[in-house]
């Protein structure tokens, strides 16, 4: 069993700052890429960032510049400091892990439960 648990969700102004967290726990051989997503209400899910165990990083353009993507191997922690936010970037965020539960067993693809990021004045 692997839980994905994210934190850090909240309501914040407009050009202020948030920062996301997600713990992978459980039965975890190894993990490659950990990110985030997002789903606004009516909307697909959305790339926001992913970063992989070597530490290269991808991001959605529509947070350049703005977002960072950071992972902790040891802890199997992924993090996103959000900075300059805007009121579309009100979503629900996902943590997202691809990793595998065996040694020699297949990949797979984990979600955590997501967190709502509010942006209002």
């Known amino acids: 069993q692997v839980q994905l648990v994210e934190s850090g969700g909240g309501l914040v102004q407009p050009g202020g700052s948030l920062r996301l967290s997600c713990v992978a726990s459980?039965?975890?051989?190894?993990?490659?890429?950990m990110g985030w997503y997002r789903q606004a209400p009516g909307k697909q899910r959305d790339l926001v960032a992913t970063?992989?165990?070597?530490?290269?990083?991808n991001y959605a353009d529509f947070v350049k510049g703005r977002f960072t993507i950071s992972r902790y191997i040891n802890q199997n922690t992924v993090s996103l400091q959000m900075n300059s936010l805007k009121p579309e970037d009100t979503a629900v965020y996902y943590c997202?892990?691809?990793?595998?539960?065996?040694?020699?067993?297949?990949?797979?693809?984990?979600w955590g439960q997501g967190t709502q990021v509010t942006v209002s004045s």
């Open positions: 997202n892990a691809n990793l595998r539960t065996r040694r020699n067993g297949p990949r797979n693809d984990y």
């Open positions: 970063i992989t165990s070597d530490g290269r990083t």
């Open positions: 459980g039965s975890i051989a190894s993990i490659y890429t």
